[in-house]
C-alpha cells in the first residue's frame, strides 16, 4: 500500500497559524545512557519537553499518521506519526509532505532541472519513483522534521 498521510486533507489545512500545538509537559531526561554497556545513570537527570525538542515553528508545524509501507525502507512504517514543518523550504533529498493529483503522500523530494520535472521516490521497491511536472496537480505542504516511531506493539 502507498505510503499516505491520514487525518489531513486541504480542507483541514489552512495558512493560519496552528494553535497549541501540545501542552508543555515535562519529562525526565537522562544524560550519558550508554547503548553499549551500561553505566550508573547518577545525577544525570534532568527534564525535556518533547514538542520544544521536536517542534521548531509551532505555527507551522502539524502532525500526520502514516498509512501504508512505501516509505519501509526510510524507517517510516505504517501507523507512525511524522512531524511536518510547512515553513520549510523543501531541499533536494528530504523527505516532504506532498499533495499531487488529489492525494496526500509522503516521499522523498528530488528536483530534476534538466528535465524540468521533480521525483517523489518511495522509500520501498515496490513502489516506483512518481514524477511531477507543470501537469500535475502539485503542493508541497511541507518538510517532514521528525518521525514519531513506537518500539512495541500496543
Known amino acids: 500500500m502507498p505510503c499516505k498521510l491520514t487525518n489531513i486533507s486541504p480542507a483541514n489545512l489552512s495558512d493560519e497559524p496552528a494553535k497549541e500545538v501540545a501542552p508543555n509537559s515535562q519529562q525526565p531526561l537522562f544524560y550519558g545512557l550508554h547503548a553499549g554497556f551500561p553505566a550508573p545513570v547518577g545525577d544525570n537527570a534532568n527534564s525535556i519537553d518533547l514538542t520544544r525538542e521536536i517542534v521548531r515553528h509551532p505555527e507551522s508545524t502539524f502532525y500526520a499518521r502514516i498509512t501504508g509501507d512505501s516509505m519501509r525502507d526510510a ?17 533536494d533529498g528530504n523527505f516532504v509532505a506532498a499533495f499531487i493529483d488529489g492525494e496526500f503522500a509522503i516521499k522523498e ?3 530534476d532541472p534538466d528535465n524540468h520535472c521533480a521525483w517523489l521516490i518511495a522509500h520501498n521497491p515496490q513502489y516506483p519513483p512518481i514524477r ?20 512495541i506493539n500496543s
Open 75 to 91: 524507517g517510516i512504517f505504517d501507523g507512525d506519526i511524522v512531524v511536518i514543518d510547512r515553513s520549510l523550504e523543501a531541499r
Open 109 to 111: 523530494f528530488r528536483a
Open 132 to 151: 511531477v511536472s507543470a501537469d500535475n496537480d502539485f503542493t508541497i505542504w511541507g518538510v517532514v522534521t521528525h518521525n514519531l516511531h513506537p518500539l
